[in-house]
């Protein structure tokens, strides 16, 4: 049996107390599970800039990357990282902050569909949430920029239905906001 090689680097020296304060910071603003989480969101940044590196490295040695450019930076376009008229250079301001705003996650909070981290956490693990039509049990799961609209609960899922309790909360507090 082979054992799955881990998709994530943690830090190089694990006590610097201003790393930890920031760490402790994004895993509340995020609601992240563990610090795992937030170095696999750091992973993923450190490796687009690492590689939008290496893509500018080869132009300056002279070589063609013209398709290469373009199929990496459709890709973070798709997922709605970087802009419609992002360069290459754009990619290397990237943060994990760029990478855990596309999570469910967050998504679901910003949508309104969550009140609160936790809340969008335990809809998403639990079966309620659907993108594109397809059930995601996976709050880690990078929303792409066009299944931002697609994001919704499950038909059969009790969440559903607008009158259910964790939604009415909701609705109250937007009939109040609009009285006031």
Known sequence: MWRQRRKWEGPSHPWQKQRLIIEKRLMKEYGLKNKRELWIAETIARKWRAYARYLNAKQAAGQDISEEKERFLTKLKKLGVLSENAELDDVLDLTVK???????????????????????????????????????????????????????????????????????????????????
Request: charged letters at 35%; glycine letters at 4%; hydrophobic letters at 35%.
């Open 98 to 180: 760029d990478v855990l705003e596309r999570r469910l996650q967050t998504m679901l909070v910003r949508k309104g569909l969550a009140k609160t981290m936790k809340q969008a956490r335990q809809f998403i693990v639990h079966g309620h949430i659907m993108v594109n039509g397809e059930v995601v049990d996976a709050p880690s799961y990078l929303v792409k920029k066009e299944e931002e609209d697609k994001i919704e609960f499950v038909p059969f899922s009790p969440l559903a239905n607008p009158e259910h309790p964790a939604r009415k909360l909701e609705q109250k507090e937007e009939t109040n906001e609009e009285s006031a």
